[in-house]
């Protein structure tokens, strides 16, 4: 019983407490949103800056944090902690670090708690904000968007740290004792990801291959037994947040008119079908979409629900901007709701949604978290468009995807036949593409001039699919072969017509055993002669290493 | 707070209790800088508060202090600062001189700089004000030269892997909950903080360096007796 402790002080001291896990978390999360953090100093206080420090506060964040504490403080035995973990386009996902909370009972009785106690906490944010860059996910976050996505996750209770594969890290980032109990601020980090941080993921094509070799477990959610919580976050952001799908019905209207994304809409709601495995205390959230995340509780806006509510299903909560999620939702969206494929979608969107990506996966001025109303940043731009534009963007890029992926050297046509059962209004474009793709000169060259590309479906997408979607019945399509950037000056000859050319070179001469096995004759024969050459010159060698003494 | 009148040379030996922790790094030249504010930045981020606003009966309130991300241009690395641009700017000037007087002293481009934190004692006239340190960080520099590009391209991942750990290195210290000043009433403020500054009050500080003389062999020499040594002739 702590009888020292003045009941003003206990409450002080409960206060605290509380609002430092809350601001843990805050930082935390900020620090792998992936955009550089920006608060003003202030001289002059306004009281609602807990410890001094401008540390904003993302009110799903928050949500969240309060959530997981349930209303409890870390004490013994019961840590809070942040799980923050990455999540490739192809749907694998791996545990980064663990940031945890904790109590012990270690306990400083004359430690004066409305001052030191409180400075105390006040320094262990700041170590905090310095240690959460300093780590190697926070690398990674800033990187993220295109490949992978980071999540977090808050539980409460015990700290699990087996995710983090072998011989991970712990850093420790400060201590604060107090009469209660000594507080603790640490963090796990996986380790075997250095080496994969910045170079692999910037690296686009082999990267399923690099992903697949280093998840020792498939990280599936029905397997995986570290993960009771990972879940297909369709329905179960349905049943705890119904607000996700009230504003995905108002998406697909919005959507209504035009069919690509409606088609991505259908498949996504198939995908939010699958069987959820069971949930507990936690939710996945995705680090991204601050935007999105306001949405999801005012759910006012129609467009952005709907291409982050597609993705979000997957993962949980978006924090951070609603276009890094387009960028890499798609990937997800197309490869229908399978369970432990990864689908050889391609991981580049189409080159000019790039740009709109890059652009889209700029944060929000922080201080706004509502989308509706974004107001300085240029950033925002984006998300400020009306309704009308932002339904462009990611509608295109979906669609663009959609189209390149049919189009690209798809190595599994299951896919598409997949694609097809989804009763999508493309199916049709689909199906013919297997046939498309037996055509493929790259799998087999074809006799004929007339070949198709690959190329042509991605370059001419909309051409492509208008012409095709009209011949629906056809075997397949002829398309002119018209490969992009091919100068008939320089070389008159087409790109398909150069490959079957030189597709066979003849072999070396020197890789021809006859030849070699003269030259090697050759060689021993005039070894005789090479040696006496040396040996005459002798004392020029010797005369050299006289010089080295 | 580059040059301080008040008190002994800071190149003096510390006072009693003061602690004094030494980081070192090795960094390619047009490194320097970046290394060294981040260095200096993540020290002074745990060493400033709020402004101070004493109110009646010797109670105060604390202003807020603002943080931001600082990315490096030259290094993989990425560190947290006050968002306070006239400290900002003090650190930025003293580094640039530490800097040029790496370069232009034709040494082997080995220096220290230092971050010393101090109060001050008033003394009665004629003694001038004493300033007693209680908090002093030093930085050994040393600067490297590469041959090429690839060799460039690891140096900017090996520095950042580096400087990872001296953050590390840094909040450790400051995790020790050691000495500091007491909280001072308001007519003693200025003997523990700066508070020049509009925006944030960091304690009392000053910022010097020393750059080390060159050793006398030549390189040549050394190569030759590699060499020699290598072939064991």
């Known amino acids: ?549 | 707070p580059l040059s301080s009148r008040c008190c002994a040379p800071s190149g003096a030996a510390p006072a009693m209790n003061c602690r004094a922790e030494v980081l070192e790094v090795s960094v390619e030249g047009r490194q320097v800088e970046e290394a060294m504010l981040a260095v200096l930045h993540t020290v002074l981020l745990h060493r400033s508060t709020g402004k101070f606003h004493y109110k009646k009966e010797g109670t105060y309130s604390i202003g807020t202090v603002g943080t931001q991300d600082v990315d490096c241009d030259f290094i993989d690395f990425a560190y947290v600062r006050v968002s306070s641009e006239e400290l900002d700017r003090a650190l930025r000037k003293a580094v640039g001189e530490f800097k040029d007087a790496l370069r232009s002293s034709g040494s082997d481009g080995m220096g220290q700089i230092s971050l010393e934190f101090y109060q001050k004692k008033k003394s009665r006239w004629p003694f001038s004000d004493e300033c007693i340190p209680w908090e002093l960080w030093t930085i050994k520099v040393n600067v490297v030269n590469l041959a090429n590009e690839q060799e460039r391209q690891i140096c900017r991942e090996k520095v950042g892997e580096k400087l990872c750990e001296k953050i590390i290195n840094i909040v450790e210290v400051m995790n020790r909950h050691e000495y500091l000043p007491k909280m001072p009433t308001q007519s003693e403020v200025d003997n523990v903080f700066d508070t020049s500054l509009k925006d944030v009050q960091p304690y009392l500080y000053k910022i010097s360096y020393q750059i080390t003389d060159s050793l006398g062999t030549s390189v040549t020499t050394t190569m030759r007796r590699l060499i020699k040594d290598t072939l064991a002739l």
């Not at chain 1, 001052?115 to 006040?122: D, G, H, I, K």
């Not at chain 1, 000169?441 to 699919?465: A, C, D, F």
């Open chain 1, 1 to 549: 019983m702590d009888t020292d402790l003045s009941s003003q002080d206990r409450k002080d001291l409960d206060k605290f407490i509380k609002f430092f896990a809350l601001k843990t978390v805050q930082v935390i999360v900020q620090a792998r949103l992936g955009e550089k953090i920006c608060t003003r100093s202030s001289s002059s206080p306004t009281g609602s800056d807990w410890f001094n420090l401008a540390i904003k506060d993302i009110p799903e964040v928050t949500h969240e944090a309060k959530k997981a504490l349930a209303g409890q403080l870390p004490a013994v035995g019961r840590s809070m902690c942040v799980e923050i973990s990455l999540k490739t386009s192809e749907g694998d996902s791996m545990e980064l670090e663990i940031w945890c909370l904790e109590m012990n009972e270690k306990c400083d009785k004359e430690i004066k708690v409305s001052y030191t106690v409180y400075n105390r906490l006040s320094l262990l944010l700041k170590s905090l904000l310095a240690i959460t860059r300093v780590t190697p996910a926070y690398r990674l976050s800033r990187k993220q968007g295109h490949e992978y996505v980071i999540l977090y996750r808050i539980y409460f209770g015990e700290v699990q740290l087996s995710g983090l594969g072998e011989g991970f890290q712990t850093v420790r980032v400060g201590t604060v004792g107090t009469p209660v109990g000594t507080i603790t601020l640490s963090c796990a980090y996986r380790i075997n990801l250095a080496f994969m941080s910045t170079r692999q993921f910037e690296r686009t094509p082999p990267i399923m291959g690099i992903i697949i070799d280093h998840f020792v477990d498939r990280p599936y959610p029905s397997s995986s037994p570290m993960h009771p919580c990972n879940y297909r976050a369709g329905e179960d952001n349905g049943a705890v947040y119904p607000s996700v799908e009230d504003s995905q019905e108002v998406c697909t209207t919005s959507f209504s008119t035009s069919p690509p994304s409606q088609c991505v809409f259908t498949v996504t709601k198939a995908h939010f079908q699958t069987p959820p495995p069971v949930v507990t205390d936690t939710l996945k959230v995705p680090v991204m979409g601050l935007a999105f995340s306001h949405q999801l509780s005012s759910s006012r806006l129609s467009y952005q629900p709907a291409a982050l509510g597609v993705g979000s299903a997957d993962m949980g909560y978006p924090v951070l901007f609603a276009g890094g999620l387009n960028a890499a939702h798609p990937h997800q969206l197309i490869g229908p709701g399978k369970e432990g494929g990864v689908p050889p979608v391609p991981s580049q969107p189409a080159h000019g949604t790039q740009a709109d990506q890059e652009r889209m996966c700029t944060p929000l001025d922080g201080v706004h978290y509502s989308a509706a109303t974004p107001s300085s940043s240029e950033d925002t731009e984006t998300v400020s468009n009306s309704s009308e534009g932002k339904c462009g963007s990611p509608h295109d890029l979906l669609e663009t995807i959609f189209i390149r992926k049919v189009g690209a050297f798809v190595n599994k046509p299951i896919n598409q036949v997949t694609m097809a059962n989804l009763d999508i209004p493309f199916a049709m474009f689909a199906s013919k593409n297997v046939e498309l793709e037996d055509n493929d000169p790259m799998v087999n060259p074809p006799e004929s001039p007339e070949t198709e590309s690959p190329l042509q479906g991605s370059l001419h997408s909309e051409g492509s699919s208008g012409s095709s979607t009209g011949n629906t019945h056809d075997d397949f399509v002829m398309i002119d072969f018209k490969p992009a950037f091919s100068k008939d000056d320089i070389l008159p000859m087409d790109l398909g017509t150069f490959y079957r050319e030189f597709q066979n070179p003849p072999q070396l001469s020197s890789l021809s055993i006859d030849i070699g096995a003269q030259s090697m004759a050759e060689d021993l024969d005039s070894l005789p002669e090479k040696l006496a050459v040396h040996e005459k010159n002798v004392k020029e060698f010797d005369a050299f290493v006289e010089t080295l003494q």
